[in-house]
């Protein structure tokens, strides 16, 4: 799968608008860009996000810690360490194993979960 097929897929995954943009011009002779599928607008040159850089990492950690699934999520691609808190209470927190913590193996784990259902 190449990046871009990547991306796209996680698009598809996270809901988002993988943004067809197109040159709109006002009236007034004032012109942005517009998406042809979901009508959002910029004045600016916009991008979609990149899920293969760190802002996307953040973007789509944040999407599976939300995710309903994530729990299953986080039982094959993590794990969870008691921390002691005081002598008398602790806790469970979940941790993303090592080796996904980079751009692209968060997306490719995250494009393979949702494969498998």
Known sequence: MTDFDLNKRLYEITGLCWHNWDTIFTKDKQWFFICTKCKDSKKCIPD????????????????????????????????????????????????????????SALAKAVVEFFEED
């Open 48 to 103: 979609n996000i990149d899920f293969l850089s760190w802002a996307g990492f953040g973007i789509l950690w944040e999407f599976i810690q939300e995710h309903e699934q994530y729990s299953e999520f986080i039982l094959i691609y993590g794990g969870q360490d008691f921390i002691q808190k005081t002598p008398k209470s602790g806790q469970y927190e979940d941790y993303l194993r090592t080796e996904y913590i980079s751009p």
